[in-house]
């Protein structure tokens, strides 16, 4: 199983951010997203799903790999039938919970089903559906998930990470990134969702891995701050301004 980088988790989360403040009042909680393939881009888009506080239902027919995310925590369930699926993704939308379900099973058989028996999702990653396939559902509705873009054009992604030092480390790096967030920007709750909620979801696969995008003056004022309390910590640009 391949893992996706840190930096495509992160921009998907902050795209489907973006599509929850355009289409659903702020928040993805209740929504349900489809995706086919449990790839690098799927297991990325399950991470920041659930992050984003959807439920997702990602569908796969090879089976270790599934089983490998589940081990690795990045997915919650993974069962082997269509309606054992969704009686779990029922359940936490119904709640507003955030939750995965890998179902082992032919994507092209499983979509055919779907849209037989009018289950609709609210999202969906079209990039692994055929274009009949992503065209039904979105005529019924659903709102394709595009390509992830950067938060603005003078942000860039700003990593961090500990090898030394108490666990909690990483957490004071996440508040002090928190803090440095300039809180009139209308990305800055979305930026905070993920620095609170994505370790849950990120686990051990990640390790003592973070990022971010920010502007040049709150990553400025995030590293001046980190190299008083915390220097051990090491901080990098991934990228530059667009």
């Known amino acids: ?138 005529q019924r509705g659903a709102i394709a998930i595009p390509p992830s873009t950067t938060l603005r054009a003078e942000s860039s992604l700003l990593s961090w990470s500990v090898t030394a030092g108490p666990p909690r480390n990483l957490a004071r790096l996440a508040q002090m990134a928190a803090d440095a967030l300039d809180p009139l920007l209308s990305e800055t709750p979305a930026r905070r969702r993920w620095l609170e909620i994505s370790p849950r979801y990120l686990g051990r696969a990640f390790g003592p891995h973070q990022c971010l995008r920010m502007t040049s003056a709150e990553s400025s004022a995030f590293a001046d701050r980190v190299r008083v309390e915390l220097p051990a910590a090491i901080l990098a640009h991934e990228d530059s301004p667009s």
Not at 93 to 102: D, H, N, P, T
């Open 1 to 138: 199983m391949l893992l996706p980088a840190l930096a495509t988790v992160h921009d998907t989360f902050l795209t489907l951010s973006r599509i929850a403040d355009e289409q659903f009042a702020g928040s993805c909680a209740g929504k349900l997203l489809l995706r086919s393939r449990f790839d690098e881009s799927g297991i990325a888009l399950v991470i920041a799903a659930s992050v984003a506080g959807a439920a997702t239902l990602c569908i796969d027919a090879d089976a270790d790999a599934l089983r490998s995310g589940l081990r690795a925590g990045l997915c919650d369930f993974v069962v082997a039938h269509l309606d054992e699926a969704l009686r779990i993704l029922k359940n936490e939308i119904r709640r507003g919970v955030a939750v995965s379900v890998g179902l082992t099973a032919d994507p092209h058989a499983v979509l055919a089903e779907m849209i037989e028996r009018g289950v609709q999702p609210d999202l969906l990653s079209t990039a692994a559906l055929d274009e009949s396939t992503s065209s039904t559902f979105v």
